[in-house]
């Protein structure tokens, strides 16, 4: 059975920007080592001449012509926007005030 | 009595669009249903989450401008698992759907409201989508008929991303035969999809008449010994039908199946982590109040806006993406993907289809596994599969077990849909499964 840490929750919580409450932590905790606990499985295959499949479309890369076309424009692509300054999205501050 | 009354004790349905059919050709006279993670310029698409409460999409899915133009009426948005992350509807941010053949129970997921509203009669035809058995799992436990089509047959220009080597649109209806209908106007090249099969698709209705007698049917004894004995007994009898239809039985096995639920977990949620990324607040969706800089902003938005099963797999696709777990859990997993596909190309070489169950046993009960997140995932065992080879596979109502409905299962080689809609065509010629209707549910009404 793989048990996580605490500290390895709270690692990957962070890789993946989600703040959680220490009982959300736990819970996720108990959750993740059950679930990892049973995908071990997978290590009982020997694969170490399997090559990996990351897609299995026949095709790849496929283009268009590059031939200019009608787009949203600034106002269709900022009508969603949280905070918008003219033609911007605004975010709080990136940087401090020198 | 209006469609929103009609819903009100099922919910299926997020919105109501109230338009009238746009268009004219092979769908006039038909209504159809949405799921609420295709986007429709102006229409709240929300994905069965908070963090897109109000987002409205500035432009259309290629499938629903398909549908349009076919003459369809689009009813409105159906109700799904948060990011289509479930197999229950239980996980939406806006309440669960209800089975219609017993309200106690879920409709599945995560197309359930789509499914819900076919077995109803709310709607003649619904599109899903589908990443490990999302249309096919509801479609077995509303007792209705779906599709999900090889990876590349649909468009998924407009299809807000779960697993995006994994994700494919696909038709929900009664029949077959209507599955094959809504199949033809939806698939087919686009150029704005770039993982979309380039070949115009088959005459998928003439292909569905073709007689069955002299098809090789495999199937894998070793799949179903486990299996509860009533849930057993209607696979065998859907076997039995097929034997009648003239198709000949081949044992057949494969090998690495039991593997296909941890690979499948590990890929999904590994994809949706990276897809997922995109939800930070910052151009569209949710975004928190009151954070001091972009960083704080970002994980506010995203703890707020998610629910808990989202999360989880947000972490766990991030864990199986670290440094130092990498090459143990998501490379494994996609070598276990290629084993997979080998052996399916074995299976092939054999037989024209292969069947198994949908699910291992007929539509829980609300709430009774949304406490283990593991025994959930448990119920995804033979629909995760198709999605991991990219394989078309077909679920089609295979008789009732406790009085409610159970699904038969059919895969097939690459592009072969028409195969799949020909078996279960004439298994529907000679059974009456999808002509039983759960109480109260009506003709839809155009």
Same mark, same amino acid.
Not at chain 2, 100 to 105: A, M
Not at chain 2, 151 to 158: I, K, L, M, T
Not at chain 2, 191 to 198: A, I, N, R, V
């Given at each position: 059975m793989s048990e996580l840490t605490t500290e390895q929750v709270a690692h990957v919580a962070k890789l993946a920007r989600l703040d959680l409450s220490e009982t959300e932590t736990e819970g996720f905790r108990k959750d993740l080592s059950s679930i990892v606990g049973y995908i071990e499985? $997978?290590?009982?295959?020997?694969? *170490?001449q399997v090559p990996a499949t $990351?897609?299995?479309?026949?095709? *790849?890369?496929v283009l268009r012509e590059d031939v200019a076309r009608a787009s949203l424009g600034a106002d269709g692509v900022l009508a969603n926007a949280p905070h918008r300054e003219s033609n911007a999205f605004q975010i709080p501050r990136i940087l401090e005030e020198a | 009595m209006s469609l929103s009354e009609r819903d009100r004790d099922l919910?299926?349905?997020?919105?109501?669009?109230?338009?009238?059919?746009l268009g004219s050709g092979p769908l006039q006279g038909l209504t159809v249903a949405l799921k609420d993670n295709l986007c429709v310029k102006d229409w709240p698409t929300t994905a069965g989450s908070r963090i897109l409460e109000n987002f409205l999409p500035p432009y259309t899915a290629t499938v629903v401008e398909r549908l349009r133009a076919a003459g369809a009426r689009l009813l409105g948005k159906t109700n799904m698992d948060e990011f289509a992350?479930?197999?229950?509807?239980?996980?939406s941010a806006y309440g669960v759907t209800r089975n219609?053949?017993?309200?106690?129970?879920v409709p599945g997921g995560s197309s359930g409201g789509s499914a819900a509203a076919v077995a109803a009669g709310l709607c003649d035809l619904a599109l899903g989508s589908d990443t490990g058995g999302s249309i096919r799992q509801p479609a077995a436990f509303c007792g209705i008929t779906g599709l999900k089509p090889t990876?590349?047959?649909?468009?998924?220009?407009?299809l807000i991303a779960y697993g995006s080597s994994l994700d494919q649109i696909g038709p929900l209806a009664y029949t077959a035969e209507d599955c094959a209908r809504l199949l033809q106007v939806i698939a087919g090249p686009d150029?704005?999809?770039?993982?979309?099969?380039?070949e115009e698709c088959p005459d998928f209705s003439a292909q569905m008449k073709?007689?069955?007698?002299?098809l090789r049917l495999g199937w894998d004894p070793l799949l179903v010994k486990d299996l509860p004995v009533e849930m057993r007994k209607a696979f065998e009898a859907g076997l039995q039908v097929y034997l009648e239809l003239g198709a000949t039985l081949v044992e057949v096995s494969?090998?690495?199946?039991?593997?296909s639920l941890p690979a499948y977990y590990l890929i999904a949620t590994a994809e949706a982590s990276s897809n997922l990324a995109?939800?930070?607040?910052?151009?569209y969706g949710h975004r928190a109040q009151g954070a001091k800089d972009v960083s704080s902003m970002m994980s506010k938005t995203r703890s707020e806006g998610f629910g808990a099963e989202v999360k989880r797999r947000i972490m766990l696709g991030t864990y199986a993406l670290s440094s130092g777990y990498y090459d143990a859990y998501y490379a494994q997993a996609q070598k276990m993907r290629t084993l997979l596909r080998q052996d399916f190309e074995e299976v092939f070489g054999q037989v024209d289809a292969f069947a198994l169950p949908t699910?291992?046993?007929p539509a829980f009960k609300i709430?009774?596994?949304?406490?283990d997140p593991l025994a959930m995932y448990l119920s995804d065992v033979y629909t995760v599969v198709a999605n991991l080879t990219g394989l078309p596979a077909l679920s089609h109502p295979g008789g009732f077990v406790e009085g409610l409905p159970v699904g038969f299962q059919l895969m097939a080689p690459a592009w072969q849909e028409g195969r799949l809609l020909q078996m279960a065509h004439h298994f529907q010629q000679r059974t009456s499964f999808h002509e039983k209707r759960p109480q109260g549910a009506r003709p839809a009404e155009v």
């Open positions: 499985r $997978l290590r009982q295959v020997d694969t *170490s $990351l897609g299995v479309q026949p095709h *790849s890369n | 919910h299926a349905f997020l919105y109501f669009s109230g338009e009238a059919a992350m479930g197999s229950s509807t239980e996980n219609p053949w017993d309200r106690e129970r990876y590349g047959r649909v468009s998924r220009y407009g150029p704005l999809d770039s993982t979309c099969f380039q073709v007689e069955c007698r002299g494969l090998p690495h199946l039991e593997y995109r939800y930070d607040g910052v151009r699910t291992p046993a709430g009774e596994k949304s406490a």
